[in-house]
C-alpha cells in the first residue's frame, strides 16, 4: 500500500466566477435547462423508486425548479449554486468533494451550452474541490466548488482565441497546478 500522486493544471473558476457566463440573452435558455435537468433527475427517481439515492440527488437539486425567466440574473445564479454541495473538510490534510459530482458536471455542461458566449470557450474539463493548500497546491481555492478548464485548449505559449474569450468573459486566464494524494 502507499500513496498515489496526481498532479493537474488548469483554469480554474469558482462556480460563482463561472456562472457569470449567463447573461440577459440566454435566461430563458438556462431556465430551461434548468427545469428539463431537474425534470429528469425526479423521472429517474420515480422509475426507481427502490433506490433512495436517486430520490436524494433529486432532492438536492430541488431549488432549480423554482427558477423563473422573471428572475434577476443574480438570482437565478445564486439559485442555481444552491445546488452545488461541498463536503469535507479544509484543513492542512483536509479534503473536499463535491456531493453528486457528475450531475454537477453534466449540469454544468448543459447550461454552459445554453449559452451564446461558450461558443468560443473551451469545454469544461471537470468540476471539483479542494481541501488543502499542502496537499493540493497553494493557488487552488479551498473549499468551494471549482470549475476546471484543460489548460491545453487556452493556452498556445500565449493566449489561444479560447483562452482570450474566457479571459474576457471571466476577467482573467491564469493557469493553476495542484496536486491530489491518496492513502
Known sequence: MGIDIY?????VFTVDEFLKIIRGNDKSDVVAV???FYDQLVKDADYNSDNEWKSKVADRFKPLSTIKTSMKLSDIREIIESAIEVGGEVSKYGECYITDREEVEDLFREIFNACSE???????????AWGSGRNNGWDVPKGV???VFD??????????????AVKKLFGHCDETEWTEMSC
Open 7 to 11: 498532479s493537474g493544471r488548469g483554469v
Open 34 to 36: 434548468c427545469h428539463h
Open 118 to 128: 461558450a461558443d468560443d470557450l473551451p469545454h469544461i474539463a471537470e468540476v471539483t
Open 145 to 147: 466548488a471549482c470549475v
Open 151 to 164: 489548460s491545453e485548449s487556452c493556452f498556445e505559449r500565449t493566449l489561444s482565441d479560447q483562452g482570450k
